[in-house]
Structure formats: C-alpha cells, structure tokens
C-alpha cells in the first residue's frame, strides 16, 4: 500500500507543485482519497492463494501427486504432500508396528513443524481415515477438509470395519509378515509404485475426542467412473451428505490423480 502510494503521488509533488500543495493541502484530499479506494479494491480482488496438504491413499506415496502439486502450484498455491510411514519413498520405515496413529502423527508434524495454517487438507482413500484423526489433532490449522472418494469414519470406526465383507476377506489374504500386499504390489514395478501397506494402519481404531474436529467445514468428491456399478464409496458420499457436507461429482476412476487430475485441481480450487 505505502508503496503504490508514494509511484501515485510523485507527479503531485513534483517540485513545481509542492509550494502550491504547501499553500493549499487540502487540493490533494480528493486524489487522495480516490487513491486510497483504488487500493483498497486492488487489495480485495487479488487473487488469493491457498495452501493443500495432501494425504495419499493406501498402498501409494506423495510421488502420485506431482502432477497435481505442479497445477496447483502453477496458480500460485502452497502444497504440500508428505508420504507416510513406510509408504512412497519412506518404504523403508515399513514394518507391523506402523499405524494409524503414526499416520496422523505424521500429517500432524508436517503442518506443526511447516508452521501451517488456514490448510486445505485432501485426503484420498485411506487418506481419509488420515484426515480425519488430523482434524481431531489441530481443527484450528485446518480450514477445510476434503474428502477424495474417501473413507469417512466415526469414532470407534477401523478401515478394515469400513470395508464390506468381500473387501475384508481380500486383505485378511493378502496379508504377509504384518503388511499387506495385494497382488498389483510386487518389486518388479518400476520405481515410483505401490509398497505394501502396513496392516495395523487398517486394523487399528481411529478414536476421535475434540468435538472441535467434528466441526471443520468438509466437502465430499466421489469420483465415479462411467459404466461402474455399484460406486463402492457412494455410502461415503451418502454419510457426508448426511452431515451436511458438500458433495461434488468427479467424472474419474478411484485414481484421479492419474487419469484426471486437470478436472481434480479444478474441483480442488473450487472448493476451497
């Protein structure tokens, strides 16, 4: 403001003018004063920017939203996208004793320890059990939450409890050393990919105390893919909506950060 100021009034005190201003000041009031509104409305139309976290479903790591981080980062927003325990880059962490509650502790750190607030916090999938427990942490850095064709729990609520019965006996199958590795996870996949999951971040049970957590404004995306039925994350959106939330459509596979992720920073910037 003191410097668009001082560029706007340089012709008024030139040095020819200054004796006159001297004599008569108050013939600079209305310019002013018209100055002062125009900086004001400047102030109120810049473009304001936003800072995500995001939390990636289970199996994946934050190499999955590097697309997305850069669109969005393009706008000029702040992201950020830490993988979790044992997952994405950090697979090496990986054991049985990992849980949910590392998870949480892990998003918690990252916006304590970056200072952050008024966050947008995204989580996909999994990632939605993640959120949820973060919100229950520190409902005052976060200023929205969204929820990614996610799971949406209760207190008292595991992922595994959130699956339906064929889904539970898939990874009950698929469960190895404490970890669970689903038949698409294998060492031959090229580097980024999936890891497998540590089992008790599914088995463990979120429990939530803060009511304030209960109340950070949440929006719901179900993703749904065209010619797909039944959406196995519609009761998701349904529970949400029945919360009150905000629930938008996204035209995409369970992934669209990689088979949509125009449309998705879209929807991201628009709900906000």
Known sequence: MQHFLRCALAPLLAAGSRAAIARRPWVIIPGLLALLVQAGQAQRTAPSHSTYVIVH?????SWDWRVV???????????YRPSL??????VHLASATVGLATHIEDVVNTIVWEDLRNVVLVGHSYGGMVITGVADRIPDRIRRLVYLDAFVPDSGESTIGL?????????????????????????????????????RTFTDT???LNPLGRKVPAVYILTVEPGKEPDGFQRFADRAAARGWRVRR????????RSAPVPLVNLLTEVR
């Open 57 to 61: 479903g289970a199996w994946g790591g």
């Open 69 to 79: 981080d850069s669109l969005l980062t393009r706008q000029g927003h702040h992201v």
């Open 85 to 90: 325990t044992g997952l994405g880059e950090r």
């Open 163 to 199: 699956l339906d019965s064929s889904g539970g006996t898939f990874i009950r199958a698929n469960v190895r050393d404490g970890l669970i590795v689903p038949p698409w996870v294998t060492e031959h996949n090229v580097i980024p990919r999936d890891v497998p999951q540590p089992l």
């Open 206 to 208: 979120l429990r939530l």
């Open 250 to 257: 996204l035209s995409a596979d369970h992934v669209p950060e």
